[in-house]
Structures are given as structure tokens and as C-alpha cells.
């Protein structure tokens, strides 16, 4: 089991970044008019909507919100693990020359970025995609770049970030550094 090494976001810190790259996301973009977001599933799903409920609160307007699950667009899996379930997209709008920004928690190898970015293509062709992470750890294996960081953590590969966000989590939200 891996052990506790530091808390690097507490329920403040995460507000506070997520409501730093929903300014950023507004200045960006000259408005949120021709935005939309993508959560990739699983925690960047309900960071999409905080980002969402955010740029509400600073513009007065409803930035739509939907979901993907990458796991069919993954290159660093061979087959399908035997009873996975692969759910389609909830997209409720169309991504045709949209600004799309994918959000997730925590960018890696850039893998799932990929495979997201490929996901979204397969629903039309979008204006531009730009990428909004809450916590970048480095260690890239594909040329992939966030477009808005809530947070650098510079970690090892022997090292987890875990995010934790309601549904998916119980007690306060934050992000943690794990030693493998």
C-alpha cells in the first residue's frame, strides 16, 4: 500500500486554482460564447462542472458541460479488460467549431489526452481544443501541453497524485502526493 507523503491542494487551494483557470478560460478566449467543456471520465467530470459553475458565477452565462470516456481510444491497452464497460459519450451539443477544453485532474504521460482529443474528433471537428488540468506532474511520453494548470507538482515515477472530488470521494476535496 502506498504511503502518505504530502497534501499538495486542500478544498480552498483546489477553488481557488479551478477559479483561476476559469478566468483564464474567459480572457482566452474573448468570452465563453463559442466554449464548451469536456470532462474526461472520471474526476474531470465534475472539475468540468466547477469550472462551468465558475465562469457562471464571473460572466452570468451557462457554459455547456458534457463527458467522455476515453477507454476505447487508449493506445496502452491491447484488448478491452474482459466485462469492462465502455460508455459513450454524453456530449448534448455539437463540437463543430467549437472552442472544446477537455479538463482533467491530473496529467501524466499525456496518454489520455490523446486518446481524448481523438474522442472528441470522432464527434465532429472542432475550432480548437485547448486542455485545462488541475494538477500537471510532468513526466510527458507524448508532446502534450495543458493550456490552464491549476498546479505544477514536479513528482517521480514512484510517486501517485490523487485527487479527490464528490461523487467519487468522501471527505473534503483536495489533492495528495502518494510514495509507491
Not at 501517485?160 to 468522501?170: K, S
Amino acid at each position: 500500500m502506498p504511503a502518505f507523503k504530502a497534501r499538495i491542494l486542500d478544498s480552498a487551494g483546489m477553488t481557488r486554482a479551478l477559479t483561476r483557470i476559469s478566468h483564464e478560460i474567459i480572457e482566452r478566449n474573448d468570452g465563453v460564447s463559442n466554449v464548451c467543456l469536456i470532462g474526461i471520465r472520471r474526476r474531470g467530470v465534475p472539475l468540468a462542472r466547477m469550472i462551468a459553475d465558475s465562469i457562471e458565477r464571473i460572466e452570468g452565462v451557462q457554459v455547456p458541460v458534457g463527458e467522455i470516456d476515453i477507454t476505447r481510444y487508449r493506445d496502452d491497452l491491447t484488448t478491452l479488460t474482459e466485462g469492462a464497460t465502455v460508455n459513450a459519450a454524453d456530449v448534448p451539443f455539437p463540437v463543430t467549431e467549437r472552442n472544446v477544453i477537455l479538463v482533467d485532474d491530473v496529467l501524466y504521460t499525456g496518454r489520455t489526452t490523446r486518446a481524448a482529443i481523438e474522442a472528441v474528433f470522432s464527434l465532429g471537428r472542432p475550432e480548437r481544443i485547448q486542455l485545462a488540468i488541475l494538477i500537471d506532474r510532468g513526466h510527458r511520453e507524448l508532446p502534450i501541453r495543458a493550456d490552464y494548470v491549476g498546479k505544477n507538482v514536479p513528482t517521480s515515477r514512484q510517486e501517485l497524485i490523487a485527487v479527490r472530488v464528490p461523487p467519487y470521494d468522501e471527505g473534503e476535496m483536495g489533492a495528495e502526493i502518494w510514495q509507491l
